[in-house]
């Protein structure tokens, strides 16, 4: 019989993985079950916020996945021992081999005070949507001289430059139409991806507009009330006019219900084929993977996707897969034209996924701006290539 690879998530990890199965092996029966009709994308999605760009922008669609059977349902459980997904309205999927992708959930019960109608309230807006456009909103509503408290959660999270990157969009944003304003970024971490790259950049951009508060300074949030718009820290309360709470997360649902999540809340990988550490001819990729030094990042996800599909297509023809090399680039815009990047390569070693030493850096500390404009043309460059690779 044909072999059945079925994907589960058609984000940038899942969608990929897809593509790159059928470009691999025509003959491959491969399934994608997404249940959205549009996906949108997070790269960008802050200066959406910062009122830099139509959220239609960020929207792609799966009309391009002519040659292989797109499901448009959830899927609801995997049986791992029969091999099928069980989809939410009860019918189940064969597959030879499954891969997972289905990206992050926010932990809604790690904070307390935060939770889905705490969100309303304080968005997290890490979930391009509904979410985004409402702390664009928040942020267009408010009076110049508020306060701006954006909460950045301990490693490991979706997007480690993430944070900062918003956090320089809402100074632009800031500087440019509330200058009275402040941006208090309270911190669970002491050390942030490109920090020395932001802080001057700061120093340069946006003097006294943002205050970064580390762990070790109370920067931590151990409780929100949506109600007074207030973070609560070891060290004392913020109250904020608007509240931008980036909770703790763990890989999608589905990957607990398949058992392939451990108590870190997160999938341990084999590095060479992203086979599951904990159950057979599952594999998963993308934000969901725990195991080594790769960020969560589009460009991972998509890195990782192509790497797996190798071995999946390897696997289920009974070859022996290759030995993977993946790149990460993670671009972010400190302003307009203004970008900073930083870039790794990884293989794998000791059964993680470890970073090649030397292969990777960020951009120069001291340039002239006719580099950073260079590096956000690329960032757009990036965004427009991995798009069309992914969606068609
Ligand atoms: P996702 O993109 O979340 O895709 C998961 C998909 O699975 C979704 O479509 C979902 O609907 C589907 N799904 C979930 N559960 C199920 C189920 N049970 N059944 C069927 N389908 C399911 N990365 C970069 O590389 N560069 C950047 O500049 C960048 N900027 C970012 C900025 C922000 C503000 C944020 C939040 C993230 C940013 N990222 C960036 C990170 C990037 O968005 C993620 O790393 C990437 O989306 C991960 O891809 P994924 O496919 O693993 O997960």
New binding site residues.
Partial sequence: VRPRVVV???????ASCARALKQLDRDLAVTL????TA?LA??F??AVIAGLRDIEAQSFGYDQFGDLELIRK??AAIDAERRHVRLEDGTDVDYTRLVL????DLRFDALPGYDEAAAEIMPHA?KAGPQTLLLRDQLAAMPDGGVVVLSAPANPF??PP?PYE?ASLIAHYLKTNKPRSKLIILDAKDAFSKQRLFEAAWQELYPGLIEWVSLSFGGRVTEVDPATRTLVTEFGSHKADVANVIPPQRA???AHAAGVADQTGWCPVDPVTFESRLQPAIHVI???VIGGAMP????S?NAQAKACAAAVAALVRERQPAQPKLINT??SLVAPGYGISIAGVYQPRDGLLAEVEGAGGTSPLEAPPSVRELEAAYAEDWFRTITSEVFG
């Fill in positions: 589960v998530g058609g984000g940038f990890a899942g079950i997404e249940p959205e996906y997070c790269p999605s802050n959830r899927a992708a289905p990206g992050v890490w979706r997007c993430g918003r999608g649902r589905i993308g934000d969901a969560k990042s589009a460009f996800a993670c671009y």
